[in-house]
């Protein structure tokens, strides 16, 4: 079993930042791909960004160079921080820690988080 707690939305102008924290406590947390969707009511959840146990980190096209994954800890605790700089308005959503079980996060998550709201305005 895997706990994952966000914090850290916000509301926020356009070219602002916000850094996003997910606290992730569980058994084994080593043997999970942990990462970052974003859902709104008009796009299906997409992936933003991850890293694998392995400690490879992807972004979304989306999101290459204007957002960073970082994470802290290990064994039962982590702390997994996204970092977003240049925010712009489509990158509006809620924002939903995850972790797939197996290493690499290529399949669909087996835990979330209960999601943290990021605004942008114009």
């Known amino acids: 079993q895997v706990q994952l707690v966000e914090s850290g939305g916000d509301s926020v102008q356009a070219g602002g930042s916000l850094r996003l924290s997910c606290e992730a406590s569980?058994?084994?947390?080593?043997?999970?791909?942990v990462g970052w969707f974003r859902q709104t009511p008009e796009k299906e959840r997409e992936a933003v960004a991850d890293?694998?146990?392995?400690?490879?980190?992807?972004?979304a096209d989306s999101v290459k160079g204007r957002f960073t994954l970082s994470q802290d800890g290990d064994g039962t605790k982590k702390t997994m921080t996204l970092q977003m700089n240049s925010l712009k308005p489509e990158d509006t959503a809620i924002y939903y820690c995850?972790?797939?079980?197996?290493?690499?996060?290529?399949?669909?998550?087996?835990?979330w988080g209960q999601g943290t709201q990021v605004t942008v305005s114009s």
């Open positions: 569980g058994y084994m947390l080593s043997r999970y791909c």
């Open positions: 890293i694998s146990k392995d400690g490879t980190i992807w972004y």
């Open positions: 995850a972790a797939v079980y197996g290493g690499t996060c290529t399949r669909a998550p087996d835990y």
